[in-house]
């Protein structure tokens, strides 16, 4: 069972499993894992959420004897990360941690769904339950969008976060534009015309990212090869990416799942590429929320740390806990 929300968009759709057409599917970061959901795209009125399967009681317990790491002991690996990323020249490197959340007796769903969707409403926002795995998420950023009339293809570099109020400094400046510059490059490989807008601001919730979008004509065969290579971007790994994957796995205490993976949406006109972000793997007695940050020779592990407390708002803040 899912639901989902297209961005700008409060219509509430799920997927009536009934045939083998590709509908909604989820890929880990390490592209080894996939949970589909395969059927007709449908939407439903707002209503259905009151049968909700998600409950307390239809989940499973946590049973990953996972413990979450201590402030101290984040900011005494980061501090190594950051000495790798100084002795290798790199330009970013992005490690992520797991907040675990287990505060509550009960969590009503749907109404944390509402509050997610009413939070973020420029987001992709989902809610599913497969049996064996539940997760809820909502974020902004596009890995790709293929219109399958015009061949158009849409892909955004984002990257670089603070709150809203504050003003961008070199760090967030410098981290962006390797994430920029290596999706220009991928896009070169399958197109010799390609338009690229300014960079500015994208506000997410209470946070804000910078944001360069990009748009150009592809072949349709080369569809899949593009968003594999693609993925996973310097935003949510780093460069290069096979050196800061290797460092990502020695590094960081708990595999991403599908955080940090990409949702792939097919409708009759689109097929479009949401990168899973602010997401949440939810268990009977427990909410893991996993939040990363993108780190830079300048990086302070104080301030990514408090980087990844916020982010860790956008599903914590929006639960519905008794």
């Known amino acids: 069972m899912i639901y989902f929300k297209f961005p700008f968009n409060e219509g509430l759709h799920t997927v009536e499993e009934t045939t083998d057409k590709n509908a909604v599917n ?5 592209s080894l894992h996939q949970i589909n959901f395969n059927g007709n795209i449908i939407k439903v009125d707002v209503s259905s959420l009151n049968d909700l399967s998600i409950t307390n009681e239809s989940l499973t317990k946590d049973a990953t004897g996972f413990i979450a790491e201590t402030k101290e002991e984040y900011c005494n690996t980061l501090q190594q990360v950051i000495e790798v990323i100084k002795e290798n020249d790199l330009p970013k490197l992005v490690y992520s941690r797991r907040k675990i959340f287990t505060d509550f007796n009960t969590i009503d769903y749907k109404a944390s769904f509402d509050n997610l969707c009413q939070t973020y409403p420029n987001a992709f926002r989902y809610l599913f339950n497969d049996g064996e795995n539940a997760w809820m998420g909502a974020f902004s950023e596009v890995l790709g969008k293929f219109n399958k009339t015009t061949h158009e293809f849409e892909t955004m570099a984002l990257a670089g976060t603070l709150p ?159």
């Open 164 to 322: 809203t109020s504050e003003e961008w400094t070199v760090k967030e400046i410098e981290e962006q534009k390797p994430v920029t510059t290596y999706i220009q490059n991928i896009l070169k490989n399958y197109s010799g015309q390609i338009q690229q807008s300014e960079t500015y601001d994208h506000v997410s919730g209470n946070i804000k990212h910078l944001r360069t979008d990009f748009k150009t004509t592809i072949k349709p065969n080369d569809l899949d090869s593009l968003i594999q290579d693609l993925h996973p971007t310097p935003a949510v790994c780093g460069i290069p990416k096979d050196f800061c994957n290797e460092n990502i796995r020695k590094y960081e205490k708990f595999p991403r799942e599908f955080y940090a993976g990409y949702i792939k949406v097919e409708t009759e006109e689109s097929i479009l590429y949401f990168v899973n972000l602010r997401c949440a793997r939810l268990y009977k007695d427990s909410v893991h929320v996993f939040v990363g940050g993108g780190i830079t020779a300048q990086s302070n592990p104080e301030k990514e740390w408090t980087e990844t407390e916020l982010k860790s708002e956008a599903i914590l803040k929006n639960l519905a806990v008794s």
């Open 26 to 30: 989820f890929y880990s970061y390490n």
